[in-house]
């Protein structure tokens, strides 16, 4: 079994019989649940693809014979972690890729969705299909934001959901710079005029 099997195996799992509940930082926090799509042949995503000198990672073409795409962390008011559908993506992708587009300057697929942050595979590390799935291939950007602002995480995809699902969607690649940060208590005198509003914030 893969380890990428593995995950999505013990995911299912916790979430066979009913909602279970989760909490990120920040108190966000709710009843929440998975779902999987149907999985793709590898004949059905070859068809999909473009010719180019680009090839799907094999880690992430084999999430892709397991499920096309699925939404994970379901609560009432959000769907924290989205992996598109391929054609969805392809799609995506290239309508962003036009002139005026986000990603206009650059090579990526929009693979998901993970709470406000695109998902991205950057295509320039995907030239060798064999060797691309132990490139660090993906990377994280807000929408709003330009590719300057792109977070490049050191993961291939395999790794990248691992972590996120046991993170539960929250940014797990923000977790380092909570050793540099504090509450800011602004002109709070006494602890019992503390509350919920009062989030942690960079002490510079």
Same mark, same amino acid.
Not at 11 to 21: A, H
């Given at each position: 079994?893969?380890?990428?099997?593995?995950?999505?195996?013990?995911?299912?799992?916790?979430?066979?019989?009913?909602?279970?509940?989760?909490?990120?930082?920040?108190?966000?926090?709710?009843?929440?649940?998975?779902?999987?799509?149907?999985?793709?042949?590898?004949?059905?995503?070859?068809?999909?693809?473009?010719?180019?000198?680009?090839?799907?990672?094999?880690?992430?073409?084999?999430?892709?014979?397991?499920?096309?795409?699925?939404?994970?962390?379901?609560?009432?008011?959000?769907? /924290?972690?989205?992996?598109?559908?391929?054609? @969805?993506?392809? +799609?995506?992708? %290239?309508?962003?890729?036009?002139? &005026?587009?986000? *990603?206009?300057?650059?090579?990526?697929?929009?693979?998901?969705?993970?709470?406000?942050?695109?998902?991205?595979?950057?295509?320039?590390?995907?030239?060798?299909?064999?060797?691309?799935?132990?490139?660090?291939?993906?990377?994280?950007?807000?929408?709003?934001?330009?590719?300057?602002?792109?977070?490049?995480?050191?993961?291939?995809?395999?790794?990248?959901?691992?972590?996120?699902? /046991?993170?539960?969607?929250?940014?797990?690649? @923000?977790?380092? +710079?909570?050793? %540099?940060?504090?509450?800011?208590? &602004?002109?709070? *005198?006494?602890?019992?005029?503390?509350?919920?509003?009062?989030?942690?914030?960079?002490?510079?």
């Amino acid at each position: 079994m893969k380890p990428i099997e593995r995950t999505l195996t013990l995911l299912k799992q916790m979430f066979k019989d009913e909602p279970r509940f989760i909490m990120g930082r920040y108190g966000r926090n709710g009843w929440a649940t998975c779902s999987f799509n149907k999985p793709l042949t590898s004949q059905e995503i070859e068809s999909c693809l473009p010719e180019d000198n680009f090839s799907l990672p094999k880690d992430y073409k084999h999430f892709l014979t397991l499920h096309d795409g699925c939404g994970l962390f379901r609560t009432e008011s959000d769907l /924290i972690l989205e992996l598109f559908p391929l054609k @969805e993506m392809l +799609e995506m992708s %290239e309508e962003h890729h036009s002139e &005026d587009g986000l *990603l206009s300057e650059g090579n990526f697929w929009i693979i998901g969705q993970i709470d406000e942050d695109w998902i991205l595979i950057d295509k320039n590390q995907c030239t060798d299909a064999e060797e691309s799935f132990k490139k660090p291939y993906i990377t994280v950007v807000h929408p709003s934001d330009g590719l300057d602002m792109a977070v490049p995480l050191n993961l291939n995809f395999e790794c990248f959901l691992e972590r996120a699902i /046991i993170a539960q969607g929250d940014y797990f690649w @923000e977790w380092s +710079e909570d050793l %540099e940060m504090t509450v800011i208590y &602004d002109d709070t *005198l006494t602890y019992e005029e503390v509350d919920e509003t009062l989030y942690l914030e960079d002490k510079k």
